[in-house]
């Protein structure tokens, strides 16, 4: 009798639990065209830490994800961003500039041009998972560091607030950041 009872809790329980799975599914409405752009770093907490190392005249390439489960009618796109690492306590972290100091080019090396928002379009076909890379170009002596961001640089991510993760939100869908991995740092040697 009393291994009866024990199973027939066991049995209750997982019902319990088996009910509840509907909330935490693919099935939820509000969430079927929001979609996640971030890189490859999957450290967490954290997630930031990536780095590359570029020598002068080469390019690095940082690959960037578009996280999705369905196809599409529509190609989100989204911007991804270059800044200069915050400068230290001391003053002395090289700022290093766009233009001059390194470029951001396509997989042929030829140069993009940033749009009115220093940021640079990429987009997603009929909003497929999957992975496009960012290139980086050194161009000259300057060694330094830089950062590119899966989101613009001068906004501020609240990860309290998943408002304030957004890249972009059209009528057709929202595609946002991650609150500890949207950007990468490359040091160029």
């Not at 409405?29 to 979609?35: L, T």
């Not at 290093?96 to 997603?124: C, E, F, H, I, R």
């Not at 980086?136 to 950062?147: P, S, T, W």
Request: aromatic share 12%; net charge negative.
């Amino acid at each position: 009798m009393k291994k009866l009872m024990i199973f027939l809790i066991i049995i209750a329980t997982c019902g319990l639990f088996a009910g509840c799975g509907d909330d935490w599914s693919n099935n939820n409405p509000e969430m079927e065209h929001v979609y996640y752009y971030g890189l490859g770093n999957m450290k967490f907490p954290g997630g930031n830490e990536l780095q590359y190392n570029v020598k002068q005249e080469e390019t690095v390439e940082i690959p960037t994800y578009f996280f999705s489960v369905y196809k599409r009618s529509y190609s989100p796109a989204v911007t991804y961003y270059t800044s200069a690492v915050p400068q230290n306590k001391e003053n002395t972290e090289p700022q290093l500039v766009a233009g001059t100091d390194y470029q951001v080019v396509d997989s042929k090396g030829t140069v993009l041009t940033p749009d009115a928002t220093n940021g640079y379009t990429m987009t997603w076909p009929n909003a497929l998972q999957g992975s496009q890379n960012v290139y980086i170009k050194a161009l000259n002596d300057k060694k330094g560091k830089v950062r590119v961001l899966t989101f613009d640089p001068t906004k501020t991510i609240d990860p309290t607030d998943v408002s304030t993760t957004v890249i972009t939100k059209t009528k057709e869908y929202e595609v946002r950041a991650f609150s500890e991995n949207y950007y990468v740092t490359v040091i160029i040697k």
